[in-house]
């Protein structure tokens, strides 16, 4: 969809050419302005649209679409510590997702506390709790957009995780950030704009 309407309408825009209308011995010739002020706005366009690219705004939109929700989320505790690991191998996804993480003592999450992740999709909190804590995780375009659904630790129905005993939860491997795969290290929100060959639709 167009950002800026009737620039062909525009393209074809006239006037007279002052000089020429005041001697009534020379026919009036005019000056294509309409060439002029259609370019003017396809720069703007453009620029609009690199902006659009670069902070991941939908421009035809009063907000972004949220991300597709996550695939998974699983949490392991121990000595106080817990580490949350989330898994998304959405192909629909822009840079600029972040992830954030929610745990509460009881399955109903009352009483929840929220943790912002960023574009990190495993985080380690040292929270000093036996637990059990319960957790559920979602992801977003920071101000850009509302959450996605949320998903659980264990499932649709939540699992409490145990953060007592002595030994703090080993460190699995890494599930990467941004529009990186977990594989891919040093990426931030992401090397690449997009996940896949193609953009993604915004809503």
């Known amino acids: 969809?167009?950002?800026?309407?009737?620039?062909?309408r525009i393209r074809q825009m006239q006037v007279v050419d002052p000089s020429s209308a005041a001697d009534p011995n020379k026919k009036p010739t005019t000056i294509n302005y309409g060439q002029l002020i259609q370019e003017a706005f396809q720069d703007v366009q453009k620029q609009l649209s690199n902006v659009s690219g670069q902070t991941n705004a939908h421009l035809s939109a009063s907000e972004n679409?949220?991300?597709?929700?996550?695939?998974a989320l699983h949490v392991d505790g121990g000595n106080g510590f817990y580490h949350a690991y989330i898994t998304d191998n959405n192909q629909n996804l822009y840079r600029g997702a972040e992830y954030t993480a929610e745990y509460a003592t009881?399955?109903?999450?009352?009483?929840?506390?929220?943790?912002?992740?960023?574009?990190?999709r495993d985080k380690r909190f040292n929270l000093g709790l036996p637990g059990p804590l319960y957790w559920r995780a979602y992801s977003g375009y920071g101000p850009a957009s509302p959450p996605s659904s949320p998903v659980y630790h264990g499932g649709?129905?939540?699992?409490?995780?145990?953060?007592?005993?002595?030994?703090?939860?080993?460190?699995?491997?890494?599930?990467?950030?941004?529009?990186?795969?977990?594989?891919?290290?040093?990426?931030?929100?992401?090397?690449?704009?997009?996940?896949?060959?193609n953009p993604p639709k915004r809503s």
């Open 65 to 71: 679409a949220p991300p597709p929700q996550i695939n």
């Open 156 to 197: 649709a129905q939540p699992v409490g995780v145990s953060g007592g005993g002595i030994t703090a939860p080993p460190l699995r491997p890494g599930m990467g950030s941004g529009t990186n795969s977990p594989t891919q290290g040093a990426g931030g929100y992401g090397v690449l704009p997009w996940r896949g060959t």
């Open 106 to 120: 009881t399955p109903d999450f009352q009483d929840f506390h929220v943790e912002h992740m960023g574009p990190a």
């Open 1 to 8: 969809m167009a950002l800026i309407r009737n620039l062909a």
